[in-house]
C-alpha cells in the first residue's frame, strides 16, 4: 500500500512519524475515516466539516486546504486501486519535546492517511444483524471531539467479543450514548426514530446527519432524545450507523432478542436509501 505521511506519499512500512509526536504520547490528535464506494469519497465535505470542528475545539491548526486533503485522498485511491473501503485521516498536534503544556503555535502538526480495502455494500452482517452488550461509557466528557484517545471503546469492543457479542452500546446514567465506533438508534413502539440528541456525550456522526434527513425524507417521525437500555430491549427495531458500517441492524442487545431479533423493516430500508444515496453523491 501507499500511504502519505506529512507532504510524501511512499510505501507503508517506509511511513515514518516522530517517537516526540504529541498524537503518540498524548493522544493529542483528530481524525476522521472517509468511505469510498466505487472508488469515490462519501460525504467528503461533511467529514472535513466535522475535521475543521474537532481542530478548532483542540486550537490545532490545520495542515492544509480542503482542496489539498481531498487531491491527497483522491491520489491514495488511486494508487491502490480502492474500489470499496475506507480512507483514513490523522492530524496530530506534531512532535515537540515531552510536555502536558500545548507545544509553541508554530509546531508543526502530523499528516498521517492510508487506506483500508473493505466490503462496505455486501456484509453478511447486514442480513442478519450483529449482537451487542452494554458496558458503562468511562469515555471522558468530550466525546463530540473526534479524537484518537480510543481506549476505552477499543477495551469495550474486546469486552463484547470476549462476550459472544459484535460491538458495545455504552451507558450513561441509564441512557445509550453510541457505540464504540457509531451512533445509536431504537424504533419505538409508535413507529417512531429516537437517537440521542448531539452534545458533548456523543460524536456527531456524519452519517447520523445523513439518516436523520433520509428518513426524514421518507416520512419516518423521528425523536431526537436519550433512550434507556429497557426502551432499546423493548423496541420495535434497533440499529447503528457509522461511516463504515452504513446502517447496521442491531438484532440483540445484552443476549436478548430485538422483537423477533431479525433486522427490522426501517432498518432495512434506511440502509438501502443510504447507500443509493451514497454511490449517487460520492466524489
Ligand atoms: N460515534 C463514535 C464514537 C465513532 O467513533 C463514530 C465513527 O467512527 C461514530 C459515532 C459515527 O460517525 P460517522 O458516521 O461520522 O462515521
Given at each position: 500500500r501507499t500511504v502519505y505521511v506529512n507532504g510524501v506519499f511512499c510505501p507503508e512500512d517506509e511511513g515514518k512519524v516522530s517517537i516526540f509526536d504529541r498524537g503518540f504520547l498524548f493522544a493529542d490528535a483528530v481524525y476522521e475515516v472517509v468511505s469510498v464506494l466505487d472508488g469515490k469519497l462519501v460525504d467528503f465535505a461533511g467529514h472535513m466539516a466535522r475535521l475543521a470542528r474537532s481542530l478548532g475545539e483542540l486550537a490545532m491548526a490545520a495542515p492544509t486546504s480542503d482542496d489539498e486533503l481531498l487531491a491527497i485522498h483522491r491520489r491514495l485511491i488511486a494508487e491502490n486501486a480502492l474500489e470499496e473501503g475506507a480512507v483514513y485521516l490523522q492530524v496530530t498536534r506534531g512532535p515537540a519535546d515531552r510536555d502536558f503544556l500545548f507545544p509553541p503555535q508554530d509546531t508543526k502538526p502530523s499528516l498521517v492517511l492510508f487506506t483500508q480495502a473493505a466490503a462496505?455494500?455486501?456484509?453478511p452482517a447486514a442480513r442478519t444483524g450483529i449482537r451487542v452488550v452494554t458496558l458503562p461509557?468511562?469515555?471522558?466528557?468530550?466525546?463530540?471531539i473526534k479524537t484518537v484517545q480510543l481506549l476505552y471503546p477499543s477495551m469495550a469492543k474486546t469486552e463484547a467479543k470476549r462476550r459472544g457479542a459484535d460491538d458495545a452500546w455504552m451507558v450513561e446514567d441509564g441512557c445509550v450514548t453510541e457505540g464504540s465506533s457509531n451512533n445509536a438508534y431504537i424504533v419505538d413502539a409508535g413507529g417512531k426514530l429516537v437517537t440521542r440528541p448531539l452534545s458533548h456525550a456523543i460524536l456527531p456522526g456524519i452519517t447520523r446527519i445523513a439518516v436523520l434527513r433520509l428518513a426524514a425524507e421518507s416520512g419516518i417521525a423521528i425523536k431526537e432524545r436519550p433512550f434507556t437500555v429497557d426502551e432499546a430491549l423493548a423496541a420495535k427495531e434497533a440499529f447503528i450507523s457509522s461511516a463504515s458500517s452504513f446502517v447496521m441492524p442491531v438484532v440483540e442487545i445484552d443476549g436478548q432478542p430485538i422483537a423477533d431479533g431479525r433486522p427490522g423493516e426501517i432498518t432495512r430500508r434506511l440502509r438501502a436509501i443510504y447507500i443509493e444515496e451514497a454511490l449517487k453523491t460520492a466524489i
Open positions: 462496505l455494500r455486501d456484509k461509557d468511562l469515555r471522558w466528557q468530550r466525546r463530540d
